[in-house]
Nanobody, 125 residues
Framework: VQLQASGGGLVQAGGSLRLSCAVS????????MGWFRQAPGKEREGVSC????????SYIDSVKGRFTISRDDAKNAVYLHMTSLKPEDTAVYYC???????????????????WGAGTQVTVSS
């Protein structure tokens, strides 16, 4: 089982990035997929999640209207399109998969079963 996140980098405030997560070793079509992030000294938080088969999505308040999660089950991949990036978005971003469904918010990190290694997103002011 492998989740490979990519697409991070250094961007100026107001810029955009598109994160990708390629999944191998299992089919993600029945799984909840999510993007989580962890900034230095802070707890890991669920940024955006999507239920299986393109169902319910969730976003934390700070990214609503700026980030969009999508999934392509045929490609076994999930994406996070991030626009209007802010310095406070700086963190390591992880993709994760799990069985617990989105109900309002992302599942807690402890409820996700599989994790990728993370990709660094740095937003300069």
């Amino acid at each position: 089982v492998q989740l490979q996140a990519s697409g991070g980098g250094l961007v100026q405030a107001g810029g955009s990035l598109r994160l990708s997560c390629a999944v191998s070793g299992f089919s993600l079509n029945a799984k909840t997929m999510g993007w989580f992030r962890q900034a230095p000294g802070k707890e890991r938080e669920g940024v955006s999640c999507v239920n299986s088969r393109g169902g319910t999505t969730s976003y934390i308040d700070s990214v609503k209207g700026r980030f969009t999660i999508s999934r392509d089950d045929a490609k076994n991949a999930v994406y996070l399109h991030m626009t209007s990036l802010k310095p406070e978005d700086t963190a390591v971003y992880y993709c994760a998969a799990g069985w617990r469904r989105v109900v309002g918010d992302c599942p807690r990190p402890g409820d996700m079963d599989h994790w990728g290694a993370g990709t660094q997103v740095t937003v300069s002011s």
